[in-house]
């Protein structure tokens, strides 16, 4: 019934911006909060960000802290995660998490709903 949809990955170069959007359908956004998280070939998913519901609270991994900035608009039901400063390290498949029942979290296990991806690369 809760749909998430990445979108805007692609290609850049190390040192550029791109802006990530989590659309969701089948719910009422507001009612959740929202996290970030990344995952590279051969490597374990990351945290990258999470937002409360009233966007009161942020939360970042210490590998993106001042790069990156997550944010939401409830009204239209999606949230974003501005990234500059990319760097090759960066290069991943972006997902977009949900949950009623938690605060703010940094455990991707504490999330119920998850998004397909959007692939980011960064090249050097």
């Known amino acids: 019934q809760v749909q998430l949809v990445e979108s805007g990955g692609g290609l850049v170069q190390a040192g550029g911006s791109l802006r990530l959007s989590c659309a969701a359908s089948g719910t009422t956004l507001g009612y959740y909060v929202m996290g970030w998280f990344r995952q590279a070939p051969g490597k374990e998913r990351e945290f990258v960000a999470a937002?409360?519901?009233?966007?009161?609270?942020?939360d970042y991994g210490d590998s993106v802290k001042g790069r990156f900035t997550i944010s939401r608009d409830n009204a239209k039901n999606t949230v974003y995660l501005q990234m500059n400063s990319l760097k090759p390290e960066d290069t991943a498949v972006y997902y977009c998490?949900?949950?009623?029942?938690?605060?703010?979290?940094?455990?991707?296990?504490?999330?119920?709903?998850w998004g397909q991806g959007t692939q980011v690369t960064v090249s050097s």
């Open positions: 937002i409360s519901r009233g966007a009161s609270r942020t």
């Open positions: 998490a949900a949950d009623l029942s938690i605060e703010i979290s940094d455990s991707a296990d504490k999330y119920e709903y």
